[in-house]
């Protein structure tokens, strides 16, 4: 199984970015996918899950802002608008199934800074 995430990058405060997440190689489809993300010296948190019946959930401090997508159960999406500088950080994907065929599964991660 291999997630590729794409799409950080650079960008100004109130700017926009979109990220991208392809997974492949899974059989089973996951229940939910999710991105999370790091900032500098802080643990990794939860920014937005999209479940398999297509709910979605996103952390308190990017409601609004971010909005998360699935066009399959295998390309997971967050488009990320009014950027802050407080969003700046390392964004993972990340793929999740409960049993049976219980998986969980991260991507390598991309950097999105936003800049003053």
């Known amino acids: 199984v291999q997630l590729q995430a794409s799409g950080g990058g650079l960008v100004k405060a109130g700017g926009s970015l979109r990220l991208s997440c392809l997974a492949s190689g899974i059989i089973f489809s996951p229940n939910a996918m999710n991105w999370y993300r790091q900032a500098p010296g802080k643990q990794r948190e939860l920014v937005a899950a999209i479940k398999s019946g297509g709910s979605t959930n996103y952390a308190e401090s990017v409601k609004g802002r971010f909005t998360i997508s699935s066009d399959n159960a295998r390309t997971v999406n967050l488009q990320m608008n009014n950027l802050k500088l407080e969003d700046t950080g390392v964004y993972y994907c990340?793929?999740?199934?409960?049993?049976?065929?219980?998986?969980?599964?991260w991507g390598q991660g991309t950097l999105v800074t936003v800049s003053s």
């Open positions: 990340n793929v999740y199934r409960d049993y049976p065929y219980k998986y969980n599964h």
